[in-house]
């Protein structure tokens, strides 16, 4: 795992741990999030480092958008203004090329939104996705009833640091291929945390049934790295949720529906 997705999980366990209190310090903050860095084996000393790499490498990535998006609107402007010229002089050539040019932009707008809404790890959604699309802007609450399932990988630190990033990687991208054989929409949520959101008509007891099923297939399974083979497993809390349930909300209670859940497969799976 990379040291930006690092310091990611440990920013969001600190913010999950001061979630309750009412007054929070810095002095109080500081050695919440040590204690979760020392968890995670992170060197303190190199953080702010990582932090500002990882913001110069999303400032960079949002850079880049705005001049894209800049670009397009110019584009789409000017494609307009040759238009309405088109169409007063009735030129059926330049309508043609306007209808053309417009398809490109088309085009490359869709690779601008793939970019923005799809993990470049796993291709799933994005939270930005989720936020976006599921979400009211304005309270951050679901604009329509469902079911949402928050999946988190057990063992996964250790599966990093025996075989490497590299392999890690390639475990994520695993997980979230077999989470797509649901009928949910996959969201990377951070880390080796994913959420599914199923249909509204679907019952808890039906994805629990499809999560449950998908986690039983996946542990009859050994994953290979060059000689040496490991299982994997993974976690689950689910929660229906109505319209206009916050998500912080609904990922709460899901998130405790999965930490019993946790506690019940680590007694059964002991290990990769």
């Not at 969001?12 to 741990?17: A, G, P, V």
């Not at 209190?21 to 050695?31: D, G, I, R």
């Not at 542990?219 to 490991?230: G, P, T």
Request: net charge positive; aromatic share 8%.
């Amino acid at each position: 795992m990379r040291e930006s997705d690092i310091l990611k999980i440990i920013s969001n366990e600190t913010k999950k741990s001061i979630d309750g209190l009412t007054v929070v310090t810095p002095s109080l903050y500081n050695s919440i999030f040590t204690k979760f860095a020392l968890k995670h084996n992170a060197n303190l000393d190199d953080s702010e480092i990582i932090s500002d790499k990882f913001l110069d490498e999303k400032i960079s990535t949002l850079t880049d958008l705005q001049n894209l998006t800049s670009k397009n609107a110019l584009q789409l402007s000017q494609h307009t203004a040759k238009a309405i010229f088109a169409i007063k002089e009735k030129d059926d050539s330049l309508l043609k090329e306007v209808l053309k040019e417009t398809q490109k932009l088309r085009l490359e707008i869709e690779k601008l939104k793939e970019s923005i809404y799809k993990d470049s790890l796993t291709h799933v959604y994005t939270r930005k996705w989720l936020c976006e699309n599921l979400l009211d802007a304005e309270t951050q609450n679901f604009k329509d009833p469902g079911t949402l399932a928050i999946i988190d990988l057990n063992y996964f630190k250790i599966i990093n640091d025996t075989y490497g990033h590299i392999i890690g990687d390639k475990v994520l991208i695993f997980m979230a291929n077999q989470l797509k054989k649901t009928r949910g929409q996959v969201v990377r949520y951070g880390g080796d945390e994913f959420i599914v959101i199923f249909p509204a008509h679907t019952t808890k007891e039906n994805a629990f049934s499809e999560l449950n099923t998908l986690r039983e297939n996946i542990l009859h399974k050994n994953l290979k790295v060059k000689d040496a083979e490991f299982k994997m497993s993974f976690s689950f809390g689910i929660h229906k949720y109505m319209a206009n349930k916050g998500l912080i909300d609904v990922i709460d209670f899901a998130d405790k529906n999965m930490y019993k859940d946790k506690l019940k497969i680590k007694e059964r799976i002991k290990g990769i």
